[in-house]
């Protein structure tokens, strides 16, 4: 069965299923996405993502920030048979859910009821996660709770960050509706969550500020868990001072506090809980990123004295 499909979705994420249900033929009738918001230094009012791309497919485009009357009538005109949601950023009411015949499904990222929320793929990798899901449910009242359809994974690399998992399951998220939706066609009506579930709380500046006390481990998980948004930083002279990816390190630092910076082999490394991990960038107050072992190097003899410390 060919369904007529509502797109629900607002940021980059979601552009690429859109684009899978769209290459696959899908008809998907309008989106409706979050209304333009202000964007840069400047503050230029600006389409979504979403909305954007949208647009440049030719496909009717609604935007609201949340479910009303309008809305409602603005989606009953257009004929969907069920909604694919991704990442739309804004609660439906069941008003909202019981206007199309076949429903909303969302396309999450996670294995529920584990991390429901709004961080998952973050919050798993903070949480020191090596494998990391996507799967396909049935919106309904409750904050993701519906029955699941189906299900996949992608495993954690190197130094993979949110926004490098989050982008290789965007990329497969429109297959994974494609499946949802023709098993829907099928009969299938998902399968209840079971188990504890977790909370994926949206991340705010402080999930990013590093304690070198800490062990490696855990700094490393919460720097991919946290980058490119809201990024990992500390600060150096009572500053907020920004860290691009950090790498581990076998490097000698015995003797130094945590915090501690030195230039080791020609890398900048900081000393750490239970050892040491390498600075890739770093972005002083004020500047733009750069370089960390330039950084260091700028320090002179503050460095050398082993004055250079991040808290």
Known sequence: ????????????????????????????????????????????????????????????????????????EDVKQLGADIAAVVAYGAILPQSALDLLPQ??????????????????????????????FSNTFRIEAGLDTGPVFVEESTRVEGTDTAGDILARLAATGGALLARTFEAIGAGATGTEQTGEPTHAAKLTIADGKLDFTRPTAELLAQTRGVTP?????????????????????????????????????????????DGALELTQVQPAGKKMMNATDWARGTGSALNEQKVVLV
């Not at 994420?13 to 696959?24: D, K, S």
């Not at 919050?123 to 990391?132: H, S, V």
């Not at 500053?239 to 000698?252: E, I, N, Q, T």
């Open 1 to 72: 069965m060919t369904y007529k499909v509502l797109y629900v979705g607002t940021p980059e994420v979601a552009v690429a299923p859109l684009e899978g249900l769209h290459e696959a033929g899908f008809e998907i009738v309008g989106v409706l996405t979050r209304e333009d918001a202000p964007v840069g230094r400047k503050r230029v009012l600006t389409s979504s993502p979403v909305a954007a791309r949208a647009e440049k497919l030719g496909l009717p485009v609604i935007k609201a920030n949340k479910w009303s009357g309008e809305v409602a």
């Open 229 to 273: 948004e809201p990024g990992a930083w500390c600060t150096y002279k009572d500053a907020r001072f920004k860290l691009g990816m950090v790498v581990p390190s076998d490097a000698d630092i015995l003797g130094t506090a945590p915090g501690t910076v030195q230039i080791i082999n020609k890398k900048c490394v900081v000393t750490c809980g």
């Open 103 to 132: 429903g909303w499904i969302n396309l999450h990222f996670s294995s529920l009821p584990a991390w429901r929320g709004a961080a998952p793929v973050q919050r798993a990798l903070m949480a020191g996660e090596t494998e990391i």
